[in-house]
């Protein structure tokens, strides 16, 4: 039948199918599988999914969930249940699939025997195992077509710099149409002699050229939070950072732009007390995420001091992006309930609500004890809405598009 067919008309047939189903037709003809390896083909079926998830409002979500247990003969956590999931970005939070994966890295001498998600982009899934200190195993995977690429050792490793701290980060060059890992790595070079200061290092890993980039050393004016969440809006990856450069305890932003590979600072909302913020006087948790409409950064603030002021939790939103004026307060939250437990932020929704982290002391799902429950709350209202997820003790989501990327990459093994 598709002989009787003009080209065009068989390749706006095959846009407009899942990506499930495309993995099937390249096993039709090798005109087809030809095409659909195409990267304009890949490019191309992507923009039609994200118009239609626009035009019909079936964002989805990608939720990653588990819990784990201390293990005394290693001295790390080891995972004991973990669940990927997609779900509707709807009032409901409606369930879509659960996603079945299972590392493909048998022997990780370091680290977590899990993955954590660093960051989701255009269907494809980085995941890394710092979740405990150190990070040196990354995964690429593509849930949909079901398609994982394991990445090569970086060149920044225990065995070669000692012990440090990194941050890590997942994004897409428009600029190349590449996709990109990035590490910005403290040493723990100068950490015995205050004379000596740590060395700060940027490498990148390049899906198209399939290798990481020499590292290169940067001005060590800050200090780096290991596994800090990563904020990608407008071509660049956002980390909080800490400066050197004053003796008061200040924090900001560290921008990298994926398509340059040049870092820039950005500062935090002046108005917040950062001299209250000192260490031994109370426990300060920063996380910047993207904001609702996806176009500028959000910052979720989470302190905590024993000897005055009780726990609170401040969300922001920087209004126009890289203006540092235009940071604006949300809202305050105070701890919550009987339990008087502060919830934690976990990202924005395209609603505008925001997911959160609630502590329980009662039990859900048939009786099984409860860890954390996930709720969603309303920032006009200030009313939470539970959303029928609880049981686990660590939760990530991150906005979710089908795609067919790494379908053309023969390195790619199937999960």
Not at 326 to 355: D, H, M, N, Y
Request: aromatic share 12%; net charge negative.
């Amino acid at each position: 039948m598709s002989d009787c067919l003009p080209q065009e008309v068989i390749t706006n047939i095959l846009l407009r199918l899942p990506a499930k189903s495309l993995v099937v037709c390249t096993s039709v003809c090798k005109s087809w599988r030809s095409m659909i390896k195409d990267s304009s083909f890949i490019s191309a079926h992507l923009s039609r999914t994200i118009d239609f998830n626009d035009h019909h409002d079936t964002h989805l979500l990608l939720l990653h969930r588990f819990y784990t247990i201390w293990s005394e003969k290693v001295s790390v956590h080891r995972l004991k249940q973990e669940v990927y999931s997609l779900h509707y970005d709807n009032n409901d939070f409606s369930d879509c699939c659960e996603i079945g994966f299972q590392s493909p890295i048998a022997d990780r001498e370091i680290c977590s025997d899990f993955f954590r998600v660093v960051g989701v982009c255009n269907g494809l899934v980085c995941l890394a195992d710092d979740f405990e200190r150190y990070g040196e195993n990354f995964l690429l995977w593509n849930p949909s077509i079901r398609k994982l690429v394991s990445l090569p050792k970086p060149g920044i490793t225990v065995q070669t710099v000692g012990g440090y701290d990194a941050q890590h980060g997942f994004a897409f060059d428009v600029v190349t149409n590449d996709y990109k890992v990035v590490r910005v790595v403290e040493d723990q070079y100068g950490w015995e002699d205050e004379e000596t200061e740590n060395r700060i290092f940027v490498e990148v890993y390049s899906l198209a050229a399939g290798s990481w980039s020499s590292r290169r050393i940067v001005d060590p004016q800050w200090s780096v939070f290991g596994h800090s969440p990563q904020a990608f809006v407008n071509g660049a990856l956002h980390w909080d950072v800490r400066s050197k450069a004053s003796s008061k305890h200040r924090y900001f932003i560290l921008a990298f732009d994926v398509s340059s590979e040049l870092l820039r600072e950005m500062m935090m909302p002046e108005s917040l007390d950062w001299d209250s913020f000192r260490p031994g006087f109370g426990d300060l948790s920063l996380q910047l995420t993207v904001s609702g409409d996806g176009k500028s950064l959000a910052l979720f603030l989470r302190y905590h001091d024993e000897y005055s002021d009780p726990s609170l939790l401040d969300v922001w939103v920087m209004k126009e992006y890289c203006v540092e004026e235009s940071w604006t307060k949300l809202i305050t939250l105070r701890p919550q309930g009987p339990q008087r437990s502060l919830p934690r932020a976990v990202c924005f929704r395209k609603r505008g609500e925001v997911v959160m982290i609630r502590n329980l002391e009662k039990h859900c799902n048939g009786g099984e004890e409860a860890r954390n429950e996930l709720v969603s709350l309303d920032l006009e209202s200030g009313q939470f809405k539970s959303l029928g997820i609880c049981r686990y003790k660590y939760y990530t989501i991150d906005p979710y598009e089908e795609s067919i990327v790494l379908i053309d990459r023969n390195e790619a093994i199937s999960c």
